[in-house]
């Protein structure tokens, strides 16, 4: 039976997340704040902590940077009303495992639990910048890395309309995904360099990775450099080379976003999406 510490200034949200857990078959305890938490943690071994952030004495922030000591360091994941991308940053660098926004609803909360509980530890993360204008990572090149840094971003684009925040989700994963298994080689040791910047009419992301770079003439098996003529000609190299069906990603990126740059080596993605009929921009 896994054992969770529930970390939260407020009574009734303790109450109420106790019981949930407890009911789903998890085994339970609660402290007040970080100097609390802290007590629990030195007298019992825990799997898993949800963690407030804004509490007295001592936050979850500074509780998290304090976990680092532990020997047998439990997963966290932070639980915070605060959608200041400083505040989930800072998260990231103390290598929380999920985030959740308060209130969590039951289903969503055992959901997080659940997974958080099967994940491994987070990959460490250099948060370069943490201004809500300009946010910039430094991010290994593995697959959890590009998953974990995907869910962080997301939550960042929080106030976008659900349409903005699909297109830009799906261009930023599928651009990610590709510089770290084609730039990074999937190569834990190194690492791709992001930052996205918020401007009143826009957002921009750019994404640069170690590779070499790539030519379009030289992806046959890939739907964006094929003639019109004969647009779905990459998918007989596919199947004649027993790649999975698809080759679509970059083709439905450029559709997905306003403008799509690369730099002359193509080693680097530069995409934009303008907010101007976007009900959240100002």
Not at 221 to 241: L, W, Y
């Given at each position: 039976?896994?054992?969770?510490?529930?970390?939260?200034?407020?009574?009734?949200?303790?109450?109420?997340?106790?019981?949930?857990?407890?009911?789903?078959?998890?085994?339970?305890?609660?402290?007040?704040?970080?100097?609390e938490?802290l007590?629990?943690?030195?007298?019992?071994?825990?799997?898993?902590?949800?963690?407030?952030?804004?509490?007295?004495r001592?936050?979850?922030?500074?509780?998290?940077?304090?976990?680092?000591?532990?020997?047998?360091?439990?997963?966290?994941?932070?639980?915070?009303?605060?959608?200041?991308?400083?505040?989930?940053?800072?998260?990231v660098?103390?290598?929380?495992?999920?985030?959740?926004?308060?209130?969590?609803?039951?289903?969503?909360l055992?959901?997080?639990?659940?997974?958080?509980?099967?994940?491994?530890?987070?990959?460490?993360?250099?948060v370069?910048?943490?201004?809500?204008?300009?946010?910039?990572?430094?991010?290994?090149?593995?697959?959890?890395?590009?998953?974990?840094?995907?869910?962080?971003?997301?939550?960042?684009?929080?106030t976008?309309?659900p349409?903005?925040?699909?297109?830009i989700?799906?261009?930023?994963?599928?651009?990610?995904?590709?510089?770290?298994?084609?730039?990074?080689?999937?190569?834990?040791?190194?690492?791709?360099?992001?930052?996205?910047?918020?401007?009143?009419?826009?957002?921009?992301?750019?994404?640069?990775?170690p590779?070499?770079?790539?030519?379009?003439?030289?992806?046959?098996?890939?739907?964006?450099?094929?003639?019109?003529?004969?647009?779905?000609?990459h998918?007989?190299?596919?199947?004649?080379?027993g790649?999975?069906?698809?080759?679509?990603?970059?083709?439905?990126?450029?559709?997905?976003?306003?403008?799509?740059?690369?730099?002359?080596?193509?080693?680097?993605?530069?995409?934009?999406?303008?907010?101007?009929?976007?009900?959240?921009?100002?």
């Amino acid at each position: 039976m896994s054992k969770i510490l529930v970390v939260d200034d407020d009574k009734a949200t303790r109450h109420v997340l106790q019981t949930v857990l407890t009911n789903a078959g998890f085994s339970t305890a609660v402290a007040r704040d970080g100097v609390e938490a802290l007590k629990s943690l030195d007298a019992d071994r825990f799997d898993l902590v949800l963690l407030d952030v804004w509490m007295p004495r001592m936050n979850g922030l500074e509780l998290l940077a304090k976990l680092r000591t532990i020997e047998a360091r439990p997963r966290v994941v932070v639980m915070t009303s605060d959608d200041a991308p400083e505040t989930l940053l800072k998260a990231v660098r103390e290598q929380a495992v999920k985030y959740v926004h308060k209130p969590v609803e039951a289903t969503q909360l055992l959901d997080t639990v659940r997974e958080a509980l099967a994940a491994s530890y987070p990959p460490s993360v250099e948060v370069i910048s943490a201004r809500p204008e300009w946010v910039e990572l430094v991010v290994p090149c593995t697959r959890e890395a590009a998953g974990h840094i995907e869910a962080v971003m997301s939550q960042l684009d929080a106030t976008l309309a659900p349409d903005v925040r699909a297109s830009i989700g799906y261009a930023f994963r599928e651009l990610l995904l590709n510089a770290v298994e084609w730039g990074g080689k999937l190569d834990p040791s190194r690492t791709v360099r992001i930052a996205c910047l918020r401007a009143k009419r826009l957002i921009m992301y750019r994404i640069a990775d170690p590779g070499t770079g790539f030519k379009i003439e030289d992806l046959p098996h890939a739907a964006i450099g094929q003639s019109s003529d004969d647009p779905i000609a990459h998918m007989h190299v596919r199947e004649a080379k027993g790649i999975r069906p698809g080759g679509f990603g970059l083709l439905t990126v450029r559709a997905s976003v306003d403008e799509l740059l690369y730099n002359e080596q193509r080693n680097e993605v530069v995409f934009v999406k303008y907010l101007d009929d976007d009900p959240a921009a100002p």
